[in-house]
C-alpha cells in the first residue's frame, strides 16, 4: 500500500478480536513512528504499553483507589479504553515554556500518527483515545509516571474482524486560500 492508501483506508476500530498483541512487534512500528520532525531533537516522548496480566494489574489499581458506589462507573468508563488486548500510552515530558510543550505536543502527536499509519499498514486495528482521566494524577501515578510527565494520548491496538468505512472530510480545495 502506498501512503496515500494507507491514509485513506485508517479508520478508528474499537471492537478487537481477543489474539494478543505482541510487544515486541509494537515495538518495532514504535521504532519507525520517532522519526517524526520534533524541535531541536528533544524527542519529547516515552511509551508505556499495557496488556496481558500488566494490563489487568494496572485496571485493579486504578480502579481499588474508588470507592465501591463509583468503582462499577469508572470500570465501564475505563474499559471503554481498556477492552483492547493492548494500550499504548504515549507520555511527554512538561516543558516549563509553554511555546516548547506546544511544540512537543505537536511532535508527540505526530508520532501517534505514523503509529497509526504503521499499525494500519501492518493490519491492525488501531484507537487514538484522550479521556478525561488521563489527566488525574491517579491515573498518572498508577501509571508510573514522574510528576513532570502528562500522558500526551491513549492508542488502543489489536486485530478486528471488520474495519468501519472511512468518514468523508470536507475538501481541501473548499478550505484552501491561495495567494499566487
Ligand atoms: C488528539 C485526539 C484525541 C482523540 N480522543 C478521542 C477520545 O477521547 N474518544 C473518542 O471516541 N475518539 C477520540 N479521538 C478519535 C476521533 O474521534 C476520530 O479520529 C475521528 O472521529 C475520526 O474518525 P477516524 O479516526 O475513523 O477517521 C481522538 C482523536 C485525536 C486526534
Known amino acids: 500500500m502506498s501512503v496515500k492508501e494507507i491514509i485513506r483506508s485508517r479508520v478508528s476500530s474499537n471492537k478487537f478480536t481477543n489474539t494478543k498483541v505482541e510487544s515486541k512487534q509494537i515495538i518495532e512500528l514504535l521504532d519507525y513512528a520517532v522519526y517524526a520532525p520534533n524541535h531541536k531533537m528533544r524527542e519529547p516522548w ?15 489499581r486504578f480502579l481499588s ?30 516543558n516549563v515554556n509553554y511555546a516548547d510543550e ?35 494524577d491517579l491515573f498518572k501515578e498508577v501509571l508510573g509516571l514522574s510528576t513532570n510527565e502528562i500522558v500526551a ?15 468523508t472530510r470536507k475538501s481541501a480545495n473548499d478550505l484552501t486560500t491561495i495567494y499566487s
Open 65 to 94: 483507589e474508588f470507592k465501591d458506589d463509583q468503582k462499577e462507573d469508572m470500570k465501564k468508563t475505563i474499559e471503554k479504553v481498556f477492552q483492547a488486548p493492548m494500550v499504548v500510552a504515549f507520555v511527554m515530558p512538561r
Open 153 to 167: 494520548g491513549l492508542v488502543m491496538v489489536g486485530f478486528v474482524e471488520s474495519k468501519g468505512q472511512p468518514k
Open 46 to 60: 516515552r511509551f508505556i504499553i499495557l496488556e496481558g496480566s500488566g494490563r489487568s494489574l494496572f485496571i485493579h
Open 102 to 136: 506546544l511544540e512537543d505536543l505537536q511532535a508527540i502527536s505526530a508520532v501517534i500518527q505514523n503509529f497509526l499509519l504503521l499499525l494500519e499498514e501492518d493490519g491492525y486495528g488501531s484507537f487514538w483515545k484522550t479521556p478525561k482521566y488521563i489527566e488525574s
